[in-house]
């Protein structure tokens, strides 16, 4: 008997479903995201209770479940590990996301390598052919025996592959190019990510087996479909990166099992992606010499310190309005630094442009690296270079004084380690600190931006 058949409006964006449509989603505000699907009330009753019936689980009492630490598998890479929290948690599900030509598809079959050396993978693939596959296995040295390919689409069946061969780990890709038949929508839409994600995930959870899951992103940069999707698996993995650059950035957004801070730093060569094992040297190489506008900034991904170059551009206007871009920071976050370099210093920068640029891609979005884009922008200003080997960190307020930062005497560690011989610090960081200094680097603290550019001219 064919169930009753209606028409919903799903939102995109949000995954929230209305009666009617509406120009804008009056929950999350987006224009022009409503889509509308056509549903068979019985039908979609009978796909999910028909899929998860042989997946059972039964009530278990507080007492009889065991509270020993996880099991994880080691992915072969140390900086997947990393953002992982120490490796794949074993009946976990992991969403992977990028964009297009990334490598997320590449990382997968990486890891398959070593993984598969002492476990049993199912590499499910709905947007290549086997064929393919084995090219792209035979480019990155991948000839592990114990991994199998399944082209295919249904989830259901796909459920029922897992349910009898009992893999360790499973790969799907993509969960955009699953479905299931019982379901009137079209693959890709937002009912069928998430009914097709819930069902993979059942399966996951119910035999304890660890499941990766690739998501595509929308022109936005967030994951296709609904939002729903990381609400439900246990980890958001994002791989960031510049199709002009050749470095990936691998940052968890969410982790049940681990840290959201920690990164790892990938760099993509013909035979895959290679591990970047100390990406400071990797962002601060190449930096020339006696330029103004260019300071070192240390910034904290996690537990991992990172260097990243600043450069800054200050110039005349040629036009009334002067112009500023900011790639790398917040827009706004460097509009308030210069208008704190205007009222509290003294610097006039109102009818010069301003450009800043965070080398090598990174994103940084730590307040600790205000005084780092003060300093580049103030030595473009006055056209006088910063030292090579000094460094600085510390947040900026809008009276123009320097605040203290977390992670301080790390931070200073690390610039020891990569041969730096000045650093400058909050001055309330130094009084903390005055006895923990290392030997081959100078601390000076400051406590406001004037006196931060004169201890780069000392």
């Given at each position: 008997?064919?169930?009753?058949?209606?028409?919903?409006?799903?939102?995109?964006?949000?995954?929230?479903?209305?009666?009617?449509?509406?120009?804008?989603?009056?929950?999350?505000?987006?224009?022009?995201?409503?889509?509308?699907?056509?549903?068979?009330?019985?039908?979609?009753?009978?796909?999910?209770?028909?899929?998860?019936?042989?997946?059972?689980?039964?009530?278990?009492?507080?007492?009889?479940?065991?509270?020993?630490?996880?099991?994880?598998?080691?992915?072969?890479?140390?900086?997947?590990?990393?953002?992982?929290?120490?490796?794949?948690?074993?009946?976990?599900?992991?969403?992977?996301?990028?964009?297009?030509?990334?490598?997320?598809?590449?990382?997968?079959?990486?890891?398959?390598?070593?993984?598969?050396?002492?476990?049993?993978?199912?590499?499910?693939?709905?947007?290549?052919?086997?064929?393919?596959?084995?090219?792209?296995a035979t480019r990155l040295n991948v000839k592990s025996e114990n991994l199998s390919i399944l082209c295919e689409t249904d989830a259901q069946y796909i459920c029922e592959v897992?349910?009898?061969?009992?893999?360790?780990?499973?790969?799907?890709?993509?969960?955009?190019?699953?479905?299931?038949?019982?379901?009137?929508?079209?693959?890709?839409?937002?009912?069928?990510?998430?009914?097709?994600?819930?069902?993979?995930?059942?399966?996951?959870?119910?035999?304890?087996?660890?499941?990766?899951?690739?998501?595509?992103?929308?022109?936005?940069?967030?994951?296709?479909?609904?939002?729903?999707?990381?609400?439900?698996?246990?980890?958001?993995?994002?791989?960031?990166?510049?199709?002009?650059?050749?470095?990936?950035?691998?940052?968890?957004?969410?982790?049940?099992?681990?840290?959201?801070?920690?990164?790892?730093?990938?760099?993509?060569?013909?035979?895959?992606?290679?591990?970047?094992?100390?990406?400071s040297m990797m962002l601060i190489s190449g930096k020339p010499k006696n330029t103004s506008g260019s300071c070192i900034a240390c910034v904290m991904e996690g537990t991992r310190?990172?260097?990243?170059?600043?450069?800054?551009?200050?110039?005349?206007?040629?036009?009334?309005?002067?112009?500023?871009?900011?790639?790398?920071?917040?827009?706004?976050?460097?509009?308030?630094?210069?208008?704190?370099?205007?009222?509290r210093a003294g610097y006039f920068i109102g009818n010069m442009d301003c450009y800043i640029n965070i080398i090598g891609g990174l994103k940084i979005d730590e307040p600790a690296?205000?005084?780092?884009?003060?300093?580049?922008?103030?030595?473009?200003?006055?056209?006088?270079?910063?030292?090579?080997?000094?460094?600085?960190?510390?947040?900026?307020?809008?009276?123009?004084?320097?605040?203290?930062?977390?992670?301080?005497?790390?931070?200073?560690?690390?610039?020891?380690?990569?041969?730096?011989?000045?650093?400058?610090?909050?001055?309330?960081?130094?009084?903390?600190?005055?006895?923990?200094?290392?030997?081959?680097?100078?601390?000076?603290?400051?406590?406001?931006?004037?006196?931060?550019?004169?201890?780069?001219?000392?």
């Amino acid at each position: 008997m064919v169930g009753k058949v209606k028409s919903v409006y799903v939102c995109s964006a949000c995954g929230h479903e209305y009666s009617k449509w509406f120009g804008q989603c009056p929950n999350c505000k987006e224009w022009s995201t409503l889509e509308e699907e056509v549903r068979t009330a019985a039908s979609a009753q009978k796909s999910s209770s028909a899929v998860l019936s042989a997946n059972r689980s039964r009530v278990y009492a507080l007492n009889e479940i065991t509270a020993d630490t996880e099991h994880r598998f080691d992915t072969g890479l140390n900086e997947l590990n990393r953002v992982l929290g120490g490796g794949l948690v074993k009946g976990s599900m992991v969403l992977l996301s990028g964009d297009p030509g990334i490598g997320k598809s590449t990382l997968l079959l990486q890891i398959c390598e070593h993984l598969g050396k002492t476990l049993k993978i199912l590499y499910v693939s709905g947007e290549e052919s086997a064929h393919q596959i084995k090219l792209r296995a035979t480019r990155l040295n991948v000839k592990s025996e114990n991994l199998s390919i399944l082209c295919e689409t249904d989830a259901q069946y796909i459920c029922e592959v897992i349910a009898s061969e009992k893999p360790d780990i499973v790969m799907i890709d993509s969960i955009q190019t699953m479905n299931i038949a019982e379901l009137s929508s079209s693959t890709g839409s937002i009912t069928q990510v998430r009914e097709t994600t819930n069902i993979l995930m059942r399966t996951a959870k119910t035999l304890n087996i660890p499941m990766i899951i690739v998501g595509h992103v929308n022109k936005d940069g967030n994951i296709a479909g609904p939002k729903v999707l990381e609400h439900i698996v246990d980890a958001v993995l994002y791989i960031e990166g510049d199709r002009n650059f050749s470095y990936r950035i691998l940052r968890a957004v969410k982790n049940r099992f681990g840290s959201t801070n920690e990164i790892g730093m990938f760099e993509m060569q013909d035979i895959g992606l290679t591990e970047v094992s100390n990406p400071s040297m990797m962002l601060i190489s190449g930096k020339p010499k006696n330029t103004s506008g260019s300071c070192i900034a240390c910034v904290m991904e996690g537990t991992r310190p990172i260097m990243a170059e600043v450069q800054s551009l200050v110039t005349p206007t040629g036009f009334g309005t002067p112009r500023r871009m900011a790639t790398g920071i917040d827009y706004n976050r460097m509009a308030m630094l210069i208008a704190v370099l205007e009222k509290r210093a003294g610097y006039f920068i109102g009818n010069m442009d301003c450009y800043i640029n965070i080398i090598g891609g990174l994103k940084i979005d730590e307040p600790a690296a205000d005084l780092s884009v003060a300093l580049a922008i103030v030595s473009s200003l006055k056209d006088y270079a910063v030292p090579e080997d000094l460094l600085a960190f510390g947040e900026i307020g809008l009276g123009g004084e320097i605040r203290a930062v977390n992670s301080c005497e790390q931070r200073i560690r690390e610039a020891a380690k990569l041969g730096f011989r000045k650093c400058v610090i909050p001055k309330y960081n130094l009084q903390k600190i005055r006895n923990k200094l290392a030997d081959n680097i100078e601390v000076v603290g400051v406590s406001n931006i004037r006196q931060a550019f004169q201890a780069i001219m000392d």
